[in-house]
Nanobody, 115 residues
Framework: QVQLVESGGGLVQPGGSLRLSCAAP????????MGWFRQAPGRQRELVAT???????NYVDSVKGRFTISGDVAKNTLYLQMDSLRPEGTAVYYC?????????WGQGTQVTVSS
């Protein structure tokens, strides 16, 4: 069974940084689009960033220049480096692995940006 396990969330002040990790031991990254989503209270889940074969990345406009998605194929781990965090970044962040046949989600990790 494929499992994605996120970690690294927490409470951070505005302007601070966090690094999220997603362990995906049974996911061959080259066969999936790997991504991070987030869901704030009362809002729909939204795409934050994706990375595909060849390290092609894509970001939602609101995080461009502040967030960086990356993957370690050898460790089967996906990362999201979040810098210059803003209060509107408060949300549960989810890891996702998707291809034409399957889509997998992690359980989410809470990120709270507050002073």
């Amino acid at each position: 069974q494929v499992q994605l396990v996120e970690s690294g969330g927490g409470l951070v002040q505005p302007g601070g940084s966090l690094r999220l990790s997603c362990a995906a031991p049974r996911v061959a990254f080259v066969n999936y689009v790997m991504g991070w989503f987030r869901q704030a209270p009362g809002r729909q889940r939204e795409l934050v960033a994706t990375i595909t074969r060849g390290d092609i990345t894509n970001y939602v406009d609101s995080v461009k220049g502040r967030f960086t998605i990356s993957g370690d194929v050898a460790k089967n781990t996906l990362y999201l480096q979040m810098d210059s965090l803003r209060p509107e970044g408060t949300a549960v962040y989810y890891c996702n692995a998707k291809n034409i046949a399957n889509a997998y989600w992690g359980q989410g990790t809470q990120v709270t940006v507050s002073s």
